[in-house]
């Protein structure tokens, strides 16, 4: 199944609670281009769907950064 058929029920990359959903208003006037789970320390996070890592390391004030192509012009970032 291709990224673009999936959307709409792909799974969470890690189980916890949605603290911040993509398109909120953010407290710096901005909206939120992504999506914030609250995790347990140490959680397992997972890629959506599959696809070719084509970044992993430090990137800005993100920390870590894995950016996964799944062809079609998706990605998926994970900070």
Do not use: C, W
Not at 26 to 39: D, V
Not at 50 to 77: C, M, S
Request: hydrophobic letters at 40%.
């Amino acid at each position: 199944m291709t990224f673009a058929a999936a959307k709409g029920n792909l799974p969470l990359p890690a189980r916890g609670t949605i603290d911040q959903i993509f398109g909120q208003m953010l407290a710096t006037g901005q909206r939120s281009k992504g999506i914030t789970i609250e995790t347990r320390s140490g959680a397992t996070v997972i890629s959506p769907h599959e696809g070719r890592v084509v970044f992993a390391g430090k990137f800005r004030t993100y920390g870590q950064l894995l950016i996964i192509a799944h062809g079609e012009g998706y990605h998926t970032l994970l900070a």
